[in-house]
């Protein structure tokens, strides 16, 4: 997932080596690391909201090979609330300009507050979540 958001940063020429997050994993700060892993802990419960489970190997006719656009708003949404959670749980504080030694990020918002360019981060995690599964074997199946 890090790996991932990495590759999107450098695609969208908005890497910053000077930015904690944007470290590659073996440089990434343990509490960064952690929210990867809190990323990928939540799989299960995005796809059980859109009746979906990850398996081995899907049944054909129920395998998901993308996510509609509405799944992945709708997921995307999950994903921005489950990471404003973990960052207030974390000490973070909202605020301006983004300070990431102090905590302090602006988009510590509801979604419907959040930067458009800012959701589509969001978006494109959850869009990738059948690739994601595939690198370790899984894929998406509809219940």
């Not at 790996?3 to 590659?24: E, K, M, T, V």
């Not at 343990?30 to 802990?41: E, K, L, M, T």
């Not at 959701?119 to 690739?131: C, F, G, I, N, S």
């Amino acid at each position: 997932i890090h790996d991932d958001y990495i590759a999107a940063r450098r695609a969208d020429g908005s890497l910053n080596p000077a930015d904690l997050s944007h470290q590659d994993w073996p440089y990434l700060d343990q509490g960064f690391r952690n929210s990867s892993r809190a990323q990928a802990d939540h799989i299960d419960v995005k796809l059980r909201s859109i009746h979906c489970r990850r398996v081995f190997s899907a049944v054909p006719d129920k395998k998901v090979s993308a996510l509609t656009p509405e799944e992945v708003e709708m997921l995307a949404e999950m994903e921005h609330a489950r990471w404003c959670a973990e960052r207030f749980l974390a000490g973070w504080t909202n605020g301006s300009p983004k300070d990431k030694v102090r905590k302090i990020s602006p988009d510590l918002v509801p979604w419907v507050d959040l930067p458009e360019p800012i959701r589509e981060y969001d978006r494109q995690a959850v869009r990738r979540l059948p690739e994601h599964l595939a690198l370790v074997g899984e894929e998406i199946e509809r219940l």
